[in-house]
């Protein structure tokens, strides 16, 4: 099994930063594909951004292309969302999710998720 927590997020004004965090636990085959996604209210999951834990590859959303950056640390099996230029519409809460194989990494059907941490970005 694997377990995910996440961590880092909060209020923040339009232009800021934040970096939130993914602890991992588990076996690491089960998460060779890690992944943020974000819900706003009232709106559906969508994907942000995601990491493939070997090599480092990355994958963006294009909303978020340029602004955020995804990262992992091998030492503290964590993965990161270092976000920056935040605006109002980044506003959501944020869930770390992992998978096994690839495939459309932008489609939810990850096999482990995180409780999530809200991210509130005020204008």
């Known amino acids: 099994q694997v377990q995910l927590v996440e961590s880092g997020g909060g209020l923040v004004q339009a232009g800021g930063s934040l970096r939130l965090s993914c602890a991992a636990s588990?076996?690491?085959?089960?998460?060779?594909?890690m992944a943020w996604f974000r819900q706003a209210p009232e709106k559906e999951r969508k994907f942000v951004a995601a990491?493939?834990?070997?090599?480092?590859?990355?994958w963006y959303a294009d909303s978020v292309k340029g602004r955020f950056v995804i990262s992992r640390e091998f030492a503290k099996d964590t993965v990161y969302l270092q976000m920056n230029s935040l605006k109002p519409d980044d506003t959501a809460d944020y869930y770390c999710?992992?998978?096994?194989?690839?495939?459309?990494?932008?489609?939810?059907?990850?096999?482990?998720w995180g409780q999530g941490t809200q991210v509130t970005v005020s204008s």
């Open positions: 588990g076996q690491t085959f089960r998460r060779n594909f």
């Open positions: 999710a992992a998978r096994r194989l690839g495939g459309d990494l932008e489609v939810d059907d990850y096999d482990y």
């Open positions: 990491i493939r834990w070997s090599d480092g590859s990355t």
